[in-house]
DNA sequence: AACTCTAATGGTATCGATAACATAAAGATT
DNA sequence: AATCTTTATGTTATCGATACCATTAGAGTT
């Protein structure tokens, strides 16, 4: 007995929307592009068709015949864990979804290997842009983002060496205002950031700090310099080595990952009066940071709007805009509250 | 004088790879789908070839011939923002990336019609597979669903309408559990959720916690159920109006997003003692319940393991398998620290 | 009336990879 | 040696939408 195989229903073709509409395919086609070069009763018939066969089209297609339209971003970011970049995330989904352009994500694990390896895999769906939060990346990845075709936006920092379009802050100059602001108030200022040789953007701001130290005509000492991986631990880690040290630290700069917060939480656990006993501040303006009975005063970086913009120059690009673009940069604020 | 237009470097074609490599296209496809199938003299011109002309396979191209290889898979969330989702997600995204699997990502915003235009937005690339965390969806969207023909993956709850392949914990059970684990200490235990008409999750969750009440022959109070948005404030306003409350409640167990945090600060800032005046327990293990001074009891549900099993059940049908896969329990676990 | 011009629509070739089929060369079997 | 297998490779048609060019109908111009 003949097994009955249940054949997947395929999908309907524009073909078949056209013979619905008594059109031709051609004409289906321009009217869900531009419908503006079709005449009304014909966008009109098209829209039915559409509706009443579920028609969705097929982009691999259309793609495929008209490259750089494939209305597919791609973004990667260096954790997709980490909820910092979640806010740029939203930014972009929102801004490009508007347009109809869906996004593909990826976290490069802060490896610059995985991060070539994960350009690679977009390039193969022939996305009609990439964003990336890094701004370091290996000379293939370079060579790839460079054959590519389509607008990049690099949003990690205000890098002096963009591939194309880039919007940011300056992690040089957000660090360097908080020290200034801490240098102020505070004698012995310390340090607490990830690993500068494992991002760029630490490495900045750590140059930012020493930059202020400089400014302010104070010696740098590295002993109030501590790099971490980020997490709570690390923070509340980094803070009790710190307060160690003879003559005693006035101030600690947390700037990096949530690492203000562990701070924050084992000044509680040890009944440490901040800022009378430590001061603290942060990076970062994590919605948390006003809830503590000390608030903290941190930085604050628009990281939806970067999201936002960053989508928005690439739209530009896909405009048709091919002149240079200059750098974006989005500024950032001291939050001024109560724990420094 | 006629102006030089710098025309787009074009791609490089799998044609031209096999031109190289002094091959057929076809030959190089095999190469590349399936070595085992080639030569080993000619899998190695292929592979030199490839990397000298830095080529970069076209998916458009492929997926088109042959459907269900497109190598994209697509994720729809609650929300791009919430942390919560990131595990998850990051147990989808790296589960994938093994098989080279690249994956698109959208928020639907907790509503049934946003998720179902990204639900249709998604299909016009047509992914190989769909990881859905809510359960609800509108009648077009189940429609779109059937008729994409790829496995689909919902995560959000052990739902009883699957549309294919589900991967979760049980709602109902985790709130019931922790509200059986809060009545044998407690005597008036109240519910702090998400609203229950926006969401199926919140509702399963309200349905435990009553459940929990009806096996321990205790009354239901609604004054003692609360329904509020996520967020800090939320967590901090829901704890001092159930304080209030006379004959006074003992407990209160929220049963969603950052609730727990912000109800446990609110408690840090009016000095009350948890959990003698007030015994507090959370759903969800948010790194930083274990970090305050009275750490949080709580639900510890394996986020990342539901994207990644979700990841390999997908992976499963995709490699062939088109028979019935019961739904996958994950389960939970309470965590039992001293808030509670 | 003959002409041009514009707006609306249709026909055909094509994007790049792959399924299906065809072929060729080497080894195994009688 | 003739035939059958097996393995490795090549040829052709095709997936579905769109660029490009051709066509038609009607309005506007002289």
Redesign the pocket.
Known sequence: MPQTIRARA??V???DVAAHA??????V??A??SPE???E??LHRVQQAVKELAYV??RL??G????G?SQLAAAIIPSVRDSLFAATLQGITETLRVKGINLMLGGSGYALEDEESLIAAFLTHRPCGLLLHNTKHSPFARQLLRGAGVPIVETGDLTRRPIDLVVSYSNFDAAKTMAQYLLQRYDRVAFVGQIAAQSERAKERQRGYRAALKDAGRPVDNALIIETQGGYENGAQSLTQLMQIKPKVDAIFFAGDVLVIGAMLECNRRGWDVPRQIAIAGFDDWEIARQFETSITTLQIPRYEIGRRAAELLLRRLDGDQGAIPPIDVGFHIIERRSA
Do not use: D, F, I, W
């Open positions: 395929p999908h073709r524009m073909k008594k059109l031709s395919a051609m004409t086609s321009r869900l592009r070069q079709v005449s009763e014909t089209p097929n297609a259309g495929l015949k008209a490259p339209r």
